[in-house]
């Protein structure tokens, strides 16, 4: 019984663990950041991400993450320059809890502008957040949007 017990236990710890392989965390900003447009093509499609439409050498890259139950990840990223910009669109409240889990040693400010929560974090940037109920209405889903703005010393790296 002891063995079945530990084998169920250890079996939903790997589930979980890999569920959550495919969500974005705050190492997974800061290389994308850090890093070009190519590389976090191919750091997003390990993760499980496809890449929507997009020219060759297009400034903007746009990726979706279809999950069961109807939920997914939609991540715009453009480039300006040498800073990336990050565009999260998620349905997935373990998306939006591991990134505040991940994000949580690591702020030096919070505060709220209305409806949006804005946390200042250490060598990475602003991250701006904003909750809206989902359509059609769900009380058990919402919708997040994330915006990533870099801090002036973060540069992605060709």
């Not at 069961?68 to 990840?73: A, S």
């Not at 669109?89 to 373990?94: A, F, R, Y």
């Not at 990134?99 to 949006?116: C, E, F, R, W």
Request: hydrophobic letters at 35%; glycine letters at 4%; aromatic letters at 10%.
């Amino acid at each position: 019984m002891k063995k079945t017990c530990l084998t169920l236990l250890f079996s939903f710890i790997a589930y979980v663990s890999f569920a959550q392989q495919s969500l974005i965390s705050y190492e997974d900003i800061k290389y994308l950041l850090h890093n070009n447009l190519g590389k976090a093509d191919t750091f997003l499609v390990a993760k499980g991400y496809t890449l929507k439409e997009s020219k060759p050498n297009a400034k903007t890259k746009k990726y979706t993450l279809n999950q069961p139950q109807n939920t997914q990840n939609n991540i715009e990223m453009r480039s300006d320059g040498k800073k990336i910009f990050i565009s999260l669109q998620t349905n997935v409240l373990e998306q939006y809890n591991l990134l505040l889990n991940s994000i949580s040693q690591y702020k030096t400010t919070n505060s709220n502008i209305g409806d949006v929560q804005v946390y200042q974090v250490k060598d990475l940037g602003t991250i701006y957040i904003t909750v809206n109920d989902s359509a059609p209405y769900d009380p058990l889903k919402k919708d997040y949007d994330i915006q990533i703005v870099p801090d002036k010393n973060v540069t992605a790296v060709n």
